[in-house]
């Protein structure tokens, strides 16, 4: 069974940095595409990134190219969301999610999996 815990959300003010975490347990991260969401208040839950299984192909959300970068540590299961100059606009709940079918290369044909964690709550002040 995939279990997806995020953490590493906060208060941060205007122009700082955050990193997020994602520790996988029953799926191996190196063979499946990744992603990280967020769901702002009132808002309904969008894709912010997106990585290939092999790191070949990745999507940004066009608010947030150029200030954040998805990563992976194959070592530690983890999928990493570096958050630079955050914007008060970021503040969400951030979640990670997987593909549901291993070895993708093509971000726009992932099919996510029809599961959320708890998420982790990310604050940006002005």
Not at 48 to 68: C, E, H, L, Q
Not at 80 to 91: A, F, G, I, V
Request: proline share 2%; with cysteine; aromatic share 12%.
């Amino acid at each position: 069974q995939v279990q997806l815990v995020e953490s590493g959300g906060g208060l941060v003010q205007a122009g700082g940095s955050l990193r997020l975490s994602c520790a996988a347990s029953g799926r191996t991260v190196s063979a499946y595409a990744m992603g990280w969401f967020r769901q702002a208040p009132g808002k309904e839950r969008e894709l912010v990134t997106a990585m290939s299984y092999n790191g070949g192909s990745t999507y940004y959300a066009d608010s947030v190219k150029g200030r954040f970068t998805i990563s992976r540590d194959n070592a530690k299961n983890t999928v990493y969301l570096q958050m630079n100059s955050l914007k008060p606009e970021d503040t969400a709940v951030y979640y990670c999610n997987t593909d549901r079918h291993p070895f993708r290369r093509v971000v726009a044909e992932i099919l996510w999996y029809d599961y959320w964690g708890q998420g982790t709550q990310v604050t940006v002040s002005s």
